[in-house]
T-cell receptor, first 113, second 112 residues
């Protein structure tokens, strides 16, 4: 099983739709979780951290399910500008005082007029 | 404005040539990282540094070298030993090793 896994998509959704992505992780010792947004040929930008109790930022909601080892990102009322690739990142202690942040390969979202 | 600056934006390498990618940050972050991204692929860690004068190999360090002589700077050299260097290279930093990363705008390296 890959360490961090995402459905590559693409997810093609109409404007105004609600869309959700999942990201599964294999390391049960994972401690922190993030969603990044990456536009084509650009750097990833932090969208939001994911907290145990779930958190919301405007139209975006992130949730963590430790029992099933996945995080999710929900986008409500999709805008054309939401079209991008969404990367999840999972941070786990890897021993000797070191942490390893592992990225998924990303899920591509296209919002269609 | 605080941030991470990578240069150049585009770089071309000839066979057998070493090239160096620059990464500078003024965020006062302790940790810095280099990632490689191939088309349709995730980010793979090349090297990281948690503190000045110390760095560790990531998952794909072969054919690359780094230095961390100053807190602000973490240059990456792609050596001639890296046989498939064409990729998008991303530098990142974080306040501490286990915190969220902030990325530079990337360098696209191509082989002539």
């Amino acid at each position: 099983r890959k360490e961090v896994e995402q459905d590559p998509g693409p997810f093609n959704v109409p404007e105004g739709a609600t869309v959700a992505f999942n990201c599964t992780y294999s390391n049960s010792a994972s401690q922190s979780f993030f969603w990044y947004r990456q536009d084509c040929r650009k750097e990833p930008k932090l969208l939001m951290s994911v907290y145990s109790s779930g958190n919301e930022d405007g139209r975006f909601t992130a949730q963590l399910n430790r029992a099933s080892q996945y995080i999710s990102l929900l986008i409500r009322d999709s805008k054309l500008s939401d079209s991008a690739t969404y990367l999840c990142a999972v941070n786990a202690y890897s021993g000797a005082g070191s942490y390893q942040l592992t990225f998924g390969k990303g899920t591509k979202l296209s919002v269609i007029p | 404005d605080g941030g991470i600056t990578q240069s150049p934006k585009y770089l071309f390498r000839k066979e057998g040539q070493n090239v160096t990618l620059s990464c500078e940050q003024n965020l006062n972050h302790d940790a810095m990282y280099w990632y490689r991204q191939d088309p349709g692929q995730g980010l793979r860690l090349i090297y990281y540094s948690q503190i000045v004068n110390d760095f560790q190999k990531g998952d794909i360090a072969e054919g690359y070298s780094v230095s961390r002589e100053k807190k602000e700077s973490f240059p990456l050299t792609v050596t001639s030993a890296q046989k498939n260097p064409t990729a998008f290279y991303l530098c990142a930093s974080s306040k501490q090793r286990n915190e969220k990363l902030f990325f530079g705008s990337g360098t696209q390296l191509s082989v002539l």
